[in-house]
């Protein structure tokens, strides 16, 4: 058996972004791991996140197939719209609740603004 020659394939911000990488992997049959930049780990166990991100390693042989994995999991969706060999996703309709919460959230703000300062009003005015 070989020793394993680790090869940084991919970096990502946050720890459940690496280990959901390293499962999707390890599904494939390729062994990973994860480790943080710096004093990173440190960081995770005190604050419970780090600054530092997680960079993710395979052996030097699985390197190419893990890249591939990866690149499939984290292509922005306008590439998978351009790229030739997949399914072209339809335009999603607009969303018009978005604008309707924010309309109803600034009024409710407003009320509640006005419920706060016409009793210090009328309490001010004899």
Do not use: H, W
Not at 88 to 95: G, N, Q, S
Request: charged share 25%.
């Amino acid at each position: 058996m070989n020793a394993m020659k680790p090869v940084k394939v991919y970096s990502c911000a946050k720890r459940f972004q690496a280990d959901m990488i390293i499962e999707a992997l390890k599904n494939e049959g390729i062994p990973a791991y994860s480790q943080s930049d710096g004093s990173g780990e440190y960081m995770e166990i005190y604050m419970g996140t780090s600054l530092f991100g997680e960079n993710i390693y395979v052996d030097e042989g699985d390197a190419y197939r893990a890249e591939e994995i990866i690149c499939g999991m984290t292509m922005p969706a306008d590439d998978i719209e351009d790229s030739s060999d997949s399914i072209l996703i339809p335009d999603a309709p607009k969303d018009r609740r978005i604008p309707a919460v924010r309309i109803i959230s600034l009024i409710a703000a407003i009320l509640f603004i006005i419920g706060i300062l016409v009793p210090v009003i009328v309490d001010i005015i004899p």
